[in-house]
């Protein structure tokens, strides 16, 4: 470090006052005192206080990246405000090696002030002690630092093995008090337990629920979160990325892990997810992390289902025209390696609108839920038990026992028998063409997907003008169905493919919707051969 002159800076200047605290605790006036010295300190020395600049920061952070302070440092137009810095002490300044404030002060014509002990920098070149003293009180800082901060991780050590909350309550809980003596987590003496949050919990519960049984994506689930208000962590709105986190913690399902998931450090009573279900989660957003890419908002409805008839290729939309009145289109774009080449393009319009006839071609169908229930091969207890043996503290005494005991727990576990997964086919109350009108565009996307349709469209060979049937442009489309629908309205209702064609569903269905008529099959293959009781349902079902 370099000497500098030190008779260029004035004996009264402009200052500002820098002060630190590493947490804000209930009644400590820790950034108000040092104000006060501070203050104080530049009245008795002729220094006018220009701006008091107060952070709740751990020392480890350099000065020049405080909140607060930091644009003081580095931008110009403040800098040129005032020619010095004081703080109460060193460690207010900084707990780290602080040679990056002092060059900083010397290069930029600053003076560093300290209130105990006084000190400045840069001292005159003749003083030899200013510099010992300022490195050993550095030095001192940086030390109890890490001193302090080895006791504090041996205390969270103990309460985390006493089944104690250390830290901040996961998403969907909140910190309550172990003793339960009633006063507000931050004047609260006693040790910290985790419970669900009514405020938030309940939404987080929903949520999963749509996302997996209802076929929700991450963005519709998370802005359901937003409209319902539920609350977040930080106060921000929710994000699908922010929702996947939350799904992924283990915390949902009762164990707060340490940040490489392989220990637990709390257990929950009362998780809001059971372990199957957030297996189920994981699987599910496992799933979808292994695509290409999350469709955006824009993505249009046969986005990754049509093709072009002539080269088999991808067809995605793209945009002409004017901002203001775009004319919308699906063009044959290839691959990166097989770029197309037939340029082949139609109107989006017309081709959705296509495909919405011939959906709405099976509109009088009933419409069929897919439902999976998960069978119960006791694995998530068995991951359980083996997890808790992992985690055995073997110094403890009865570890032996303790292990003893979960490995006979996890061989009756693993010897009960297991059961298999099912899948049903149950009616919703609804035709598909109702199903169908109640979908946006990516409800429609993802339930073409579903059953696995795949399309192809080529330009009309007939020759059209180009003025206005331009936004038209007329499409050959090629639907690829494999009867599913009907198939599935016939599993669902156990009569045949025939017999459901058969069927007005309209009336059926309208009247079980308003008179809770029971889908029972054999009162369907009854009203099946029964027009005239079909014809008195759609007289009783018209409002």
Same mark, same amino acid.
């Given at each position: 470090?370099?000497r500098? #002159?030190?008779?260029r800076?004035?004996?009264w200047?402009d200052?500002?006052v820098?002060? /630190?605290?590493?947490?804000?605790r209930?009644?400590e006036?820790?950034?108000?005192?040092?104000?006060?010295?501070? %203050?104080?300190?530049a009245?008795?020395?002729g220094?006018?206080v220009?701006?008091v600049?107060?952070?709740?920061i751990?020392?480890?952070? $350099?000065?020049? %990246?405080?909140k607060?302070?930091? $644009?003081?440092l580095?931008?110009p137009?403040l800098m040129a405000?005032?020619?010095?810095v004081?703080?109460?002490? *060193?460690?207010?300044?900084?707990?780290?090696r602080?040679?990056?404030?002092?060059?900083?002060?010397?290069?930029?014509?600053?003076?560093?002030f300290c209130?105990?002990?006084e000190l400045s920098?840069?001292?005159p070149p003749s003083?030899?002690?200013?510099?010992?003293m300022?490195?050993?009180?550095?030095?001192?800082?940086?030390?109890?630092?890490?001193?302090?901060?080895?006791?504090?991780k041996?205390?969270?050590?103990?309460?985390? #093995?006493a089944g104690?909350?250390?830290?901040k309550?996961p998403?969907?809980?909140?910190?309550?008090c172990?003793?339960h003596?009633?006063?507000p987590?931050?004047?609260?003496p006693?040790?910290?337990?985790?419970?669900?949050d009514p405020?938030?919990? $309940?939404?987080?519960?929903? &949520?999963?629920?749509?996302?997996l049984?209802?076929g929700?994506?991450? /963005?519709?689930?998370?802005?359901?979160?937003?409209?319902?208000?539920a609350?977040?962590?930080?106060?921000?709105?929710?994000?699908?990325?922010?929702?996947?986190n939350a799904?992924?913690?283990? &915390?949902?399902?009762?164990r707060?892990?340490d940040?490489?998931?392989? %220990?637990?450090?709390?257990?929950?009573?009362?998780? *809001?997810?059971?372990?199957?279900?957030?297996?189920?989660?994981?699987?599910?957003?496992?799933q979808?992390?292994r695509?290409?890419?999350v469709?955006?908002k824009?993505?249009?409805?046969?986005t990754?289902?049509?093709q072009?008839?002539?080269?088999?290729?991808p067809?995605?939309?793209?945009r002409?025209g004017?901002?203001a009145?775009? *004319?919308?289109?699906y063009?044959?774009?290839?691959?990166?390696?097989?770029?197309?080449k037939?340029s082949?393009m139609?109107?989006?319009?017309?081709?959705?609108?296509?495909?919405s006839?011939?959906?709405?071609a099976y509109?009088?169908?009933?419409?069929v839920?897919?439902?999976f229930?998960?069978?119960t091969?006791?694995?998530?207890?068995i991951?359980d =038990?083996?997890?808790?043996?992992?985690?055995?503290?073997?110094?403890?005494?009865e570890?032996?026992?303790k292990f003893?005991?979960?490995?006979a727990?996890?061989?009756?576990? /693993?010897?009960?028998?297991a059961e298999?997964?099912?899948?049903?086919?149950?009616?919703?109350?609804r035709?598909?063409?109702?199903h169908w009108?109640s979908?946006?565009? !990516?409800?429609?996307r993802?339930?073409?997907?579903?059953l696995s349709?795949?399309?192809? !469209?080529?330009?009309?060979?007939?020759p059209?003008?180009?003025?206005?049937?331009?936004r038209?442009?007329?499409?050959?489309?090629? =639907?690829?169905?494999d009867?599913?629908? &009907?198939?599935?309205? !016939? =599993?669902?209702?156990?009569?045949?493919?025939?017999?459901?064609? !058969?069927?007005?569903? =309209?009336?059926?269905?309208?009247?079980a919707r308003?008179?809770?008529?029971?889908?029972?099959?054999d009162?369907?293959?009854?009203?099946?051969?029964n027009?005239d009781?079909?014809?008195?349902? &759609?007289?009783?079902?018209?409002p």
């Open positions: 470090m370099c500098v #002159n030190t008779e800076y004035p004996r200047m200052v500002i820098a002060a /630190r605290q590493s947490k804000l209930s009644g006036t820790g950034i108000d005192s040092q104000d006060e010295d501070s %203050k104080s300190y009245e008795r020395n220094h006018n220009v701006a600049l107060g952070d709740h751990t020392g480890r952070v $350099p000065p020049f %990246k405080r607060n302070l930091g $644009p003081w580095t931008q137009p405000q005032y020619q010095g004081i703080f109460s002490k *060193i460690d207010r300044s900084t707990r780290g602080d040679w990056g404030f002092r060059e900083w002060a010397e290069q930029h014509g600053k003076r560093l209130v105990f002990p920098w840069p001292p003083d030899t002690i200013t510099p010992l300022w490195d050993m009180l550095v030095n001192q800082a940086a030390a109890e630092w890490i001193n302090t901060s080895e006791r504090y041996r205390m969270q050590r103990a309460l985390r #093995n104690y909350l250390v830290g309550a998403p969907g809980y909140r910190v309550i172990a003793e003596c009633g006063k987590a931050g004047e609260c006693h040790h910290k337990l985790a419970e669900q405020m938030s919990a $309940p939404y987080l519960l929903r &949520a999963a629920e749509y996302y049984d209802e929700w994506s991450l /963005r519709q689930a998370s802005a359901w979160l937003d409209d319902m208000q609350p977040t962590e930080q106060g921000q709105p929710w994000q699908p990325t922010s929702l996947a799904f992924r913690n283990p &915390a949902l399902y009762g707060r892990m940040d490489r998931r392989t %220990k637990t450090e709390l257990k929950i009573d009362n998780p *809001i997810l059971t372990r199957e279900q957030w297996d189920r989660l994981q699987t599910k957003i496992n979808k992390a695509r290409k890419g469709a955006p824009t993505t249009s409805m046969l990754s289902i049509l072009c008839s002539n080269c088999d290729g067809m995605y939309h793209m002409n004017k901002a009145d775009p *004319i919308w289109y063009r044959c774009h290839g691959t990166k390696r097989e770029p197309s037939c082949n139609v109107s989006r319009d017309d081709v959705d609108r296509q495909v006839d011939a959906v709405m509109g009088r169908l009933p419409h839920k897919h439902v229930i998960r069978r091969d006791h694995a998530n207890r991951a =038990i083996e997890q808790e043996i992992r985690e055995l503290n073997l110094d403890d005494p570890s032996e026992v003893a005991e979960l490995r727990e996890r061989n009756r576990v /693993r010897d009960l028998p298999k997964d099912t899948h049903k086919l149950i009616l919703d109350r035709t598909v063409g109702e009108q979908l946006d565009v !990516a409800g429609r993802a339930w073409l997907m579903e349709w795949r399309v192809w !469209a080529r330009k009309d060979p007939e059209v003008n180009y003025g206005e049937l331009r038209t442009a007329p499409a050959l489309v090629v =639907i690829e169905d009867g599913s629908l &009907a198939r599935s309205a !016939a =599993i669902a209702t156990g009569l045949t493919v025939e017999q459901v064609v !058969a069927i007005d569903w =309209i009336p059926i269905l309208a009247m308003q008179r809770g008529l029971p889908m029972d099959p009162e369907l293959v009854r009203l099946a051969s027009p009781e079909i014809k008195r349902l &759609a007289h009783l079902a018209r």
